[in-house]
């Protein structure tokens, strides 16, 4: 019989083609969550500026992870105009305590690599739960993604959007009091997780 396995080429389109699919699921999810439920009010202008960068990682190895990482600090250092980014992890850390792992060891890259205080890293999965609630609580839902996420904002940007914003400290409480108001079965369906 032939060989059937599919050429390189075919593998690597099929990658590109998963990667150009999820990368809209998270331009969706950052539509109808993040500026829809207005959790983060800094995030629209970064959508209508285009100044977000969306990277899928084809990788499970932490190694090549933090490798990924370091050429987005990188890519950022560069390009003034990437306010934020978003590495999405499509397999391999379903498990909500596996990606934990994954975001302590990326936080301390971060540290090693001399990044403190130049970007910060936001955590965002589709199991997230907050410590101290139960895995049904609409508020987790706040940092609930399609896929597990490692996102990258630079420190000064969003220092100088904090101050000015008014009473800023009022957001957490503000996203956890909007979905709670809204129940968890609204959650689910405004982010397209369950």
């Not at 540290?111 to 739960?129: D, V």
């Not at 609580?137 to 420190?155: C, G, K, Q, V």
């Amino acid at each position: 019989g032939r060989n059937l396995r599919p050429s390189k080429f075919y593998i690597k389109y099929l990658s590109m083609h998963d990667s150009k699919q999820i990368i809209t699921q998270i331009k969706k999810w950052v539509t109808n969550v993040v500026i829809g439920c207005n959790f983060c009010p800094f995030a629209a202008r970064e959508v209508k500026r285009n100044s977000i960068l969306y990277e899928v990682i084809h990788s499970q190895n932490k190694e090549e992870i933090l490798q990924l990482l370091s050429s987005t600090f990188t890519k950022m250092d560069n390009e003034e105009h990437v306010e934020t980014a978003f590495l999405i992890l499509p397999e391999g850390f379903e498990s909500f305590s596996n990606y934990l792992d994954l975001v302590e060891t990326a936080e301390n890259f971060l540290a090693k690599e001399n990044y403190e205080g130049i970007y910060q890293l936001a955590s965002f999965h589709p199991q997230y739960l907050f410590a101290g609630s139960n895995e049904n609580d609409p508020a987790n839902y706040t940092n609930r993604s399609p896929f597990a996420m490692l996102h990258i904002l630079r420190e000064a940007s969003l220092s100088k959007a904090i101050d000015s914003y008014p009473n800023v400290d009022d957001i957490p409480q503000k996203n956890i009091d909007f979905a709670n108001a809204k129940g968890l079965a609204a959650m689910q369906l405004i982010a397209g997780i369950k």
